[in-house]
T-cell receptor, first 109, second 115 residues
């Protein structure tokens, strides 16, 4: 049973397009992180959101934490080829972190 | 700045063999954990530690042991390797693991194949 569901699982878009990735759960998290992972490497932390309804921006990436702290979204504006990778969300509850299965993004030049 | 260092990067084991995956961090993080990553399964927590001398089981602990004698090191031991343990293993550390977390710093992974 996967605690965090990500959608879509795969996404292939043209450079310059916008996209949104979703991370959903029935559980409440004290914090939620987004990571990007490239082939052969470990995930790299992009952002941590803590407060329900919180919105954080990282250049062309916008992250939102749901009001009930059960879900999150990642929006990329004007995608670039450098955005290609596996995007993972992770929820923190107590001493444990639970990861979603990831969204594999390919940006085509 | 080393961050989280994992060794080895690649390993092939025969069924029944034992081995230890090494993990070291130089950021004085209290919280460390081991994950395995399998296609379609995402990252699954094996064991974690909230500080030296304290360890606990995660989602998939069977077949693995850990110890935490120092803040810096958190080795993962495979007791008797099985083909089902073929996976990519990641060690990760965090400044704070309970309540609000700063998020993980990951190592670059160990790709293990059990034949």
């Amino acid at each position: 049973t996967q605690l965090l569901e990500q959608s879509p699982q795969f996404l292939s878009i043209q450079e310059g397009e916008n996209l949104t990735v979703y991370c959903n759960s029935s559980s409440v998290f004290s914090s939620l992180q987004w990571y990007r992972q490239e082939p052969g490497e470990g995930p790299v932390l992009l952002v941590t959101v803590v407060t329900g309804g919180e919105v954080k921006k990282l250049k062309r990436l916008t992250f939102q934490f749901g009001d009930a702290r059960k879900d999150s979204s990642l929006h990329i504006t004007a995608a670039q080829t450098g955005d290609t990778g596996l995007y993972l969300c992770a929820g923190n509850t107590g001493n444990q972190f639970y990861f979603g299965t990831g969204t594999s993004l390919t940006v085509i030049p | 700045n080393a961050g989280v260092t994992q060794t080895p990067k690649f390993q092939v084991l025969k069924t029944g063999q034992s081995m230890t995956l090494q993990c070291a961090q130089d950021m004085n993080h209290e919280y460390m954990s081991w994950y395995r990553q399998d296609p379609g399964m995402g990252l699954r927590l094996i064991h974690y530690s909230v500080g030296a001398g304290i360890t606990d089981q995660g989602e998939v602990p069977n077949g693995y042991n850990v110890s935490r004698s120092t803040t810096e090191d958190f080795p993962l031991r495979l007791l008797s390797a099985a083909p089902s343990q073929t996976s990519v293993y990641f060690c990760a550390s965090s400044y704070r693991g309970t309540g609000v977390s700063d998020g993980y710093t990951f190592g670059s992974g160990t790709r293990l194949t059990v034949v």
